[in-house]
């Protein structure tokens, strides 16, 4: 069974730095995409990052671009975003996915986690 679990958030003040963890089982991590998205309440979700388990090139979006680092553990199937510089709007549940595609930033994953709660205080 294919399963993507999700940890590491928490509450954080303003400014302050969070680290994500997504744990993959089920399937080999080698060669698949790894996205991280968030969803804040009455928004859409939007994606945040996301990373190429075969050759490591990573994406970020405008908003979260140099505060925020995405990087994979091939040994340990698991794909880590690393907050920093958080800010109030930041605030929402983040999700990762993954797609046996491999390519970079697909349009749609076939797997996803069931989310951890980042809360930044202002």
């Known amino acids: 069974e294919v399963q993507l679990v999700e940890s590491g958030g928490g509450l954080v003040q303003a400014g302050g730095s969070l680290r994500l963890s997504c744990a993959a089982s089920?399937?080999?991590?080698?060669?698949?995409?790894i996205g991280w998205f968030r969803q804040a309440p009455g928004k859409e979700r939007e994606g945040v990052s996301c990373i190429s388990s075969s050759d490591g090139s990573t994406y970020y979006a405008d908003s979260v671009k140099g505060r925020f680092t995405i990087s994979s553990d091939n040994a340990k199937n698991t794909v880590y975003l690393q907050m920093n510089s958080l800010k109030p709007e930041d605030t929402a549940v983040y999700y990762c996915?993954?797609?046996?595609?491999?390519?970079?930033?697909?349009?749609?994953?076939?797997?996803w986690g069931q989310g951890t709660q980042v809360t930044v205080s202002s």
């Open positions: 089920g399937f080999t991590f080698d060669d698949y995409a």
């Open positions: 996915a993954a797609d046996p595609s491999g390519r970079l930033c697909p349009i749609e994953y076939d797997y």
